[in-house]
């Protein structure tokens, strides 16, 4: 166990709406970094937060965006959802970014 | 496409030696990493290692890392059933991490 907790488990929703994703990091760990996992890929770095600022910023479009709390916990958010943004989405959390501990991960399908 | 390249599948009996083996791109990375992964969970971190080295043990655990032809391996020794996994590896440069599509370990009693 990692001590980094996700939520929810798994959710499903429809074209077109927005979702919010939890993540609560590690004790000890100031940044927190958002994957998506597509089936059978490996992960694909969304964002990074690091004291409540986006610290650097994968391949997404807009509609994926983040907030960090003061207790270093976060938040991913994605409006207007693709059906291809169905995938496990992952957070990781770290002191400063180098050793990365995963949650268990949000399975997110979208019909 | 992946910067990262990792064969797809890896097939071992209990007992004998596994080699997962890694390519990366990106001469400036930092860090090179391997994580674990089982059915329906997160990702485990196993080992790291700093550019500037070239092997790192830990246990049944080796990496060996060959700067010059940007090569990566994780060596397992003594595998067993419980190594069944997708394994990554992952390279660092700044704060994007950047992952393999993983080697399937599968692990024959």
């Known amino acids: 166990e990692t001590g980094v907790t996700q939520s929810p488990t798994h959710l499903i929703k429809t074209r077109g709406q927005q979702v919010t994703l939890r993540c609560s990091s590690q004790s000890g760990h100031n940044t927190v970094s958002w994957y998506q996992q597509a089936l059978g890929q490996g992960p694909q770095f969304i964002f990074q937060?690091?004291?409540?600022?986006?610290?650097g910023r994968g391949n997404f479009p807009p509609r994926f965006s983040g907030l960090q709390f003061p207790n270093y916990s976060s938040e991913l958010n994605v409006n207007a959802l693709e059906l291809d943004d169905s995938a496990l989405y992952l957070c990781a959390s770290s002191f400063q970014g180098y050793e990365q501990y995963f949650g268990p991960g949000t399975r997110l399908t979208v019909t | 496409g992946e910067d990262v390249e990792q064969s797809l599948f890896l097939s071992v009996r209990e007992g004998d030696s596994s080699v997962i083996n890694c390519t990366y791109t990106?001469?400036?990375?930092?860090?090179l990493y391997w994580y674990k992964q089982e059915p329906g969970a997160g990702l485990q971190l196993l080992t790291y290692?700093?550019?500037?080295?070239d092997m790192k043990q830990d246990q049944r655990l080796t990496v060996l890392l060959n700067k010059k032809d940007k090569h990566l391996s994780l060596r397992i020794a003594d595998t067993q059933t419980g190594d069944s996994a997708i394994y990554f590896c992952?390279?660092?440069?700044?704060?994007?991490?950047?992952f393999g599509a993983g080697t399937r370990l599968t692990v024959k009693p």
């Open positions: 290692i700093f550019s500037n080295m």
């Open positions: 990106d001469s400036s990375s930092t860090y």
């Open positions: 992952a390279e660092r440069e700044n704060n994007d991490m950047r």
């Open positions: 937060y690091y004291r409540e600022e986006e610290n």
